[in-house]
């Protein structure tokens, strides 16, 4: 078994306490590593550290084509272990080894590649229109926050780390991450990745630990700048709460209950494919997950009863093999929140049309506890609770509508605005329907797609900021407006006559 220690000051250490805690393959419930457990210590070592390196150290002084290349040397190093990194983030999380090998690892050194572009050719000063009269020179200039933190969830560890870390480099900030506590493994073994390519120490430091303690200085601290968070919308209040306290900005991208609605154009076999790869995908442990499926009346039978077969036909099994499509569930804490909503489910609109219990034939050395069928509710009523409430598992909600604007009255109704789609064969319609929804991003006739070119964030109760984009750059940068009068003649100064024509 593997031993991680926090990654603070460009070094490998052990939390001040020396305790550890152990992290567990969730399919099997045996351990794989013990790490070292962050306090609130820890992180104060870790601000600190990063305060010292914006303050004195180079980071911020080098150029945007400089950082750029320490970033895009980041994304070779990442690339040359990515196979090392697909493993632990697949053992770790319970992600299959398909989603890591194909999507975690290379969105995450993307997302270091789009950031390293972003530093080297976007302008840090920019000369804007002056004035005739007084005569002025102006620059906006685009300036570090400083000490930049981030907290990242248990769903995607690794592509939340080049997420957060990207963009903070990129515009020369320092910065403090901090992983969950279920999966901290490939965020820690960055360490390795900044030590090989010798960024400079302070500038990236990684601590583990639980959020209450580690996770909460991170945002209140004075010597952070800003703050960054993903995770549930509970968690994003309080850290919105501990930010406040000296105003500091914060990012925050949370949760959701998104609506993929089905026109009755639709393709209706690819548009059951997307449905359930919309929901089911990585068990539904998506923030933007599409599991509200409203289905036009007209094709609401047929539909069913295609996602009911599609459905069945998922293969559930050890997340390490390249077959299966759903791994088991990050923790068997998370499979018995599932299991209360889908209860809940059965009280509010009756049996599910498939799943709804854990699986059966696993192979052996499997737990069961650990997994979840894909779950179909039919027939459900916005109003419900499993129509209204982050589920974070395998259950999809189908509702039925009669017309496009009940569609997005219903897709509208909720307190959450973070994705959606539509899927239809007329792109003008569907178009008009995306254009409605009050949500950050909408798929048409797909779901899941993100790239780090493209902006990600979400309305209403879903978050505050977005990522990704060149709208992620910004969010990390300060804006300056500089103002320079050429002096040199009293005629310039004509407007200190409004205050007194004697100075």
Not at 163 to 188: D, H, Y
Not at 304 to 320: C, E, F, H, N, R
Not at 395 to 420: R, W
Not at 460 to 469: A, F, H, T, V
Request: charged residues 20%; contains cysteine.
């Amino acid at each position: 078994m593997a031993d991680y220690q926090l990654f603070i000051n460009g070094e490998y250490v052990d939390a001040q306490s020396g305790e550890t805690f152990t992290t567990v393959d969730p399919a099997t419930g045996q351990p794989i590593a013990e790490i070292a457990k962050a306090g609130r210590e820890d992180s104060i070592r870790a601000i600190e550290a990063a305060r010292k390196a914006f303050d004195e150290g180079p980071w911020p002084r080098l150029s945007g084509k400089e950082r750029g290349e320490k970033l895009n040397q980041i994304a070779d190093a990442i690339e040359a272990k990515s196979a090392a990194f697909a493993e632990m983030e697949a053992r770790d999380g319970g992600g299959t080894i398909k989603k890591a090998t194909f999507a975690d690892v290379p969105s995450a050194v993307a997302a270091f590649r789009w950031f390293a572009k972003l530093a080297t050719e976007e302008a840090e000063e920019v000369e804007v229109p002056g004035t005739p009269f007084p005569p002025s020179q102006n620059w906006v200039r685009y300036e570090p926050h400083g000490v930049c933190t981030g907290v990242i969830p248990w769903n995607f560890p690794f592509i939340m780390a080049a997420w957060k870390l990207g963009p903070a480099l990129a515009a020369g900030n320092t910065s403090v991450l901090k992983p969950a506590s279920f999966t901290s493994i490939t965020a820690l073994m960055l360490g390795e990745v900044f030590q090989e390519v010798d960024l400079p120490p302070g500038v990236a430091n990684i601590v583990a630990g639980p959020g209450g303690t580690a996770g909460e200085e991170l945002a209140a601290s004075p010597l952070v700048d800003k703050t960054a968070f993903t995770g549930s919308t509970e968690v994003g209040r309080r850290i919105m709460q501990l930010a406040s306290g000296t105003v500091k900005p914060v990012t925050l991208e949370l949760g959701g209950k998104s609506a993929n609605i089905i026109l009755d154009d639709a393709d209706l076999d690819i548009a059951a494919a997307v449905t359930l790869w919309g929901t089911f995908f990585h068990n539904g442990q998506v923030c933007e997950s599409g599991t509200r499926a409203l289905v036009h009346k007209s094709i609401y039978d047929e539909f069913l009863a295609l996602l009911a077969d599609k459905a069945g036909k998922i293969v559930i099994g050890s997340q390490m093999d390249f077959e299966t499509d759903l791994g088991p569930l990050v923790s068997r804490s998370q499979v018995e929140t599932v299991e209360r909503y889908v209860a809940l489910g059965r009280e509010e609109v009756g049996e599910p049309i498939c799943g709804g219990k854990r699986p059966d034939g696993l192979a052996e050395g499997l737990d069961p506890a650990a997994f979840y069928t894909p779950t179909i509710f039919a027939g459900v009523p916005n109003s419900a609770k499993i129509a209204q409430e982050e589920i974070f598992g395998p259950v999809l909600s189908v509702i039925p509508f009669e017309s496009d604007d009940e569609a997005v009255a219903i897709a509208n109704d909720s307190i959450y605005g973070l994705a959606g789609g539509v899927q239809s064969s007329n792109l003008d319609r569907a178009r008009s329907v995306a254009n409605r929804m009050r949500t950050g991003t909408v798929w048409i006739n797909d779901y899941h797609l993100l790239s780090p070119e493209r902006p990600f964030g979400g309305y209403k109760q879903s978050g505050i900021g977005r990522e990704l984009g060149i709208q992620g750059l910004r969010a990390y940068q300060q804006v300056k407006h500089v103002h320079a009068n050429p002096g040199g003649s009293r005629d310039n100064y004509i407007h200190l006559s409004a205050l007194s024509g004697n100075i």
